[in-house]
């Protein structure tokens, strides 16, 4: 007789492509989303339940060691975004679950109870209070009525275990949600037609719909949020903000928490210590935050109330994870809302291509702001070739002068280059020799305040080379600029001058960075330098000259979506200049003034540049019109990389997609792997999933597959 016995079925928490089953707990029904702790080789490792199912009688089972949790630690449709992710990326379900957890839960520490928000005398107080009241139980009493709640911090810290006291004997209640709802400061800004339409739209949005909010820089996109999101705020509901970075939460909390009071708003970041972490995850999760805002990993944050999802930057590759799952934040954010039933909006002042495309189809609502919301115009851009001109450190005399008179006139200068560190390469005068990584395929750039040589790709570092490692000669120079170079090349000539460096070195974290941006709003004449770190979202009113030091690096990289990220880089950091009364220009130096691209992007407009991009992708077969996935190898030795890649190739499901390949990858050697890829291609990611899954099983299954590292990108963002 063939009698099927009961498994239960464990994502356990280790990057394996497979689920395990263990005996069920004799008693109690465990329900999917819980965490247990389970048996796991020489020892232990959480893992979520996914649910029972029924198993061959002749398996012995290991028992589950310790049920962790009472209830899921995520809601049904949080748990299903996780089961999509991990199947639409291939991953191992257990991996994405750690991912999706706060570090403490993903250890299997205890669910934190949410702390009352506040207290109140119980309803049938009248039966429960004692006859005699001590001297302590009378001051409490005092302080607490019935139909209005005190918060904690507001009971005077002598009565607290009174307190404690009282709630166990059922006198007292502790609340856990506030009651009533938000009352909001509506905007303090009258708003403008098409941001009052936006608003309405979005206000009506009722189930699932995506939204692009396209609104050109400075015009007022983040008071369309707020206005939005003001109704379900104000009936008890939660919003979720998804930002790319962390540098950009403080001003979002601040605007957020001056709208909505500073208790109702949160930001979730991976600067927060763990403990920290749980606790407005925690906090969130038991309704207590009603706006919160987040970098990636809050796509996951339950929130039992969600009404409404914004993405804002929604084009900055940040929203992709580059390591470990590779999953998107705003793709799965989509998903999200759609599982969940709720409006999403994507907002940018440019979308990703991606998303216009979307928009084009009708997939997405179009939401559109043309105009400053202020009344500053956009500022007019200028190219600078440069061409024979007379460089000092990278900077023309063309923008040299121009930063004289922005100066003279008491406005502040921004200069954008996106290199840290001095210099980006070392090399021989004599030979020519660039001095490398010995670990990658890059050259070590040059950081002097340190006096390291640093590799960007792998952190490795030596000293200033003695003697040129090909030919021995000492003549040693650096070539090109960083923004360590820019600073110093700019405090020479303007020495009275302010001058600030905004990049990861400069800056080591987000709250000086804050301090940063204080500072610079504060003072007038002032120029200052810096990375990407700059470009993003930040209000700068009394910038007025804008330099893009060199735009050129855009143009001349092998992955296929550099340009597209070289136009939003410049009409991003463009849109820094002249945001108030005082008029801004943009100064754009090129080697390459001819180049199209560049010439419809000074003609101001993101639209034009972009839609000749799309242009491109659709006649190349590239995404958005095309499904991409990047199947990666990396070994030590290259053939072993080769030799797997070749055997992949081999089991590729016919017809269903195309291959290209192997090819070495943009970085052939990083931190001593060798590296190399396939580019599959199918003509839509229905027929790419299809494809994947019928292929992944046989790749595991490959021998060479276990002399190498193998990982796949489906919809890779930045080709490395
Ligand atoms: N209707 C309005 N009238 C006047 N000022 C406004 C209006 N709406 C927004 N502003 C102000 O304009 C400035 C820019 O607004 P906001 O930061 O919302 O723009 P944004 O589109 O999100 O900007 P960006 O994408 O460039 O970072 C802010 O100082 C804001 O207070
Ligand atoms: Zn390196």
Redesign the pocket.
């Known amino acids: 007789m063939n009698v099927e016995n009961t498994c239960i079925q464990i994502a356990v928490m280790v990057p394996l492509r497979r689920i395990f089953s263990y005996a069920p707990p004799p008693e109690g029904r465990l329900q999917p989303g819980m965490r247990v702790r389970v048996p796991f080789g020489k020892g232990s490792r959480v893992g979520i339940v996914l649910g029972y199912a029924s198993c061959p009688p002749d398996i012995t089972l290991k028992p589950i060691g310790q049920v962790l949790d009472a209830h899921p630690v995520l809601p049904p449709a949080l748990q299903q975004l996780v089961q999509f992710g991990a199947a639409y990326y291939h991953h191992p379900i257990g991996d994405a679950w750690a991912t999706a957890l706060p570090t403490l839960l993903r250890q299997g520490r205890p669910l934190p109870e949410p702390a009352p928000q506040g207290y109140r005398l119980s309803i049938d107080e009248a039966r429960t209070v004692p006859r005699r009241l001590g001297k302590l139980q009378q001051a409490l009493r005092e302080q607490l009525t019935t139909n209005r709640v005190v918060r904690a911090t507001a009971i005077p810290k002598e009565l607290l275990p009174t307190l404690r006291q009282a709630v166990r004997r059922g006198w007292i209640e502790a609340v856990m949600e506030d009651t009533p709802p938000t009352q909001a400061t509506p905007s303090p800004?009258?708003?403008?037609a098409e941001?009052a339409s936006a608003v309405t739209q979005l206000r009506m949005a009722r189930g699932f719909s995506a939204w692009l909010l396209e609104?050109v820089?400075?015009?007022?996109?983040?008071?369309v949020y707020l206005e939005a999101i003001r109704p379900h705020l104000e009936s008890g509901a939660q919003i979720l903000v998804l930002v790319p970075e962390i540098g950009l939460t403080p001003q979002l909390v601040e605007r957020c928490q001056m709208r909505f009071g500073a208790r109702r708003v949160a930001a979730l970041h991976s600067a927060q210590s763990d403990g920290e972490r749980l606790r407005i995850w925690a906090a969130a999760a038991a309704g207590q935050i009603q706006v919160i805002i987040g970098t990636r990993s809050a796509v996951f944050l339950p929130l039992p109330r969600l009404a409404m999802i914004v993405v804002d930057e929604e084009h900055d590759p940040s929203f992709k994870q580059q390591n470990g799952w590779h999953y998107s934040a705003r793709d799965l954010a989509i998903q999200r809302a759609s599982l969940e039933n709720i409006p999403i909006v994507l907002g940018s002042?440019t979308p990703s291509l991606e998303s216009l495309c979307n928009a084009q189809k009708g997939r997405y609502r179009h939401l559109q702001?043309r105009q400053r919301?202020?009344s500053a115009d956009l500022p007019g851009m200028t190219i600078v070739p440069l061409r024979r001109e007379n460089l000092q450190g990278g900077i023309s005399t063309t923008l040299l002068t121009a930063c004289k008179e922005t100066l003279e006139a008491g406005n502040q200068v921004l200069l954008f280059l996106n290199r840290r560190g001095y210099a980006p390469a070392v090399l021989c005068h004599d030979c020519g020799h660039v001095v490398q990584c010995p670990r990658c395929s890059a050259p070590m750039t040059w950081h002097r305040q340190q006096e390291r040589l640093r590799c960007h790709h792998c952190g490795h570092e030596s000293r200033w080379p003695q003697a040129c490692p090909a030919c021995h000669s000492a003549a040693l120079i650096t070539a090109g600029q960083g923004t360590e170079q820019l600073e110093e090349v700019l405090r020479q000539r303007f020495p009275q001058t302010p001058i600030w460096r905004i990049d990861r070195d400069a800056l080591h974290d987000r709250d000086a960075l804050a301090t940063a941006v204080a500072d610079i709003r504060q003072n007038r004449a002032a120029i200052l330098v810096g990375t990407q770190m700059l470009a993003k979202?930040h209000?700068f009113p009394a910038v007025t000259l804008v330099g893009i030091i060199n735009t050129d690096q855009g143009l001349f990289s092998a992955d296929f979506r550099a340009p597209e990220r070289l136009l939003q880089t410049v009409v991003q950091v463009a849109?820094r200049a002249g945001?108030e009364e005082r008029p801004g220009q943009v100064l754009l130096q090129t080697h390459l003034p001819e180049h199209p691209l560049l010439q419809s992007l000074a003609r101001g407009d993101y639209r034009p540049p972009a839609e000749a991009l799309l242009n491109e992708r659709r006649a190349a077969g590239l995404p958005p019109f095309a499904a991409l996935t990047l199947l990666r190898a990396e070994a030590h030795q290259r053939y072993r990389v080769d030799a797997f890649l070749s055997a992949a190739c081999q089991c590729v499901p016919p017809a269903l997609v195309e291959i290209s390949g192997p090819l070495p990858s943009l970085m052939e050697r990083r931190a001593g792997f060798e590296r190399a890829e396939l580019w599959i291609q199918a003509p839509n990611r229905t027929q790419m999933q299809k494809a994947l899954n019928l292929w992944l099983p046989q790749l595991a299954g490959l021998s060479s597959a276990r002399h190498v590292r193998w990982m796949l990108d489906v919809d890779p963002l930045l080709i490395t």
């Open positions: 800004h009258c708003l403008n941001q609104g820089t400075g015009s007022g996109k983040t008071e002042a702001l919301a202020t979202g209000h849109g945001r």
